[in-house]
């Protein structure tokens, strides 16, 4: 996964176990239809974290473009659960 903020772009690492069971955690306790600040800061500060801390939410709110916000929070935390998800899938093929 990556992510751009304004010119420069991340690249996160593999996720281990215990980022796969966070992202399943915030999925079942965010209402992602009824943001309110407090839970953008908690997405915004899990996605800084799945990239390792390469960049802090201020560089998030001040790199991301408004429209791009919500599908690239919903995007990082997807692409773990999903890729996760995926892997288990295919194994059991």
Do not use: H, W
Not at 16 to 35: G, H, P, T, V
Not at 44 to 68: P, S
Not at 82 to 88: F, Q, S
């Amino acid at each position: 996964m990556n992510i751009t903020l304004g010119e420069k772009t991340y690249v996160a690492k593999p996720a281990k176990a215990r980022m796969f069971r966070q992202a399943i955690e915030i999925n079942e306790k965010i209402d992602f239809s009824n943001l309110t600040t407090e839970a953008l800061d908690e997405l915004i500060g899990f996605v800084c974290t799945i990239y390792g801390d390469q960049f802090t939410i201020d560089e998030v709110y001040d790199g991301l473009d408004a429209d791009k916000l919500v599908s690239t929070v919903s995007k990082s935390i997807g692409g773990i659960v999903n890729g996760v998800t995926e892997k288990l899938e295919s194994k059991n093929e």
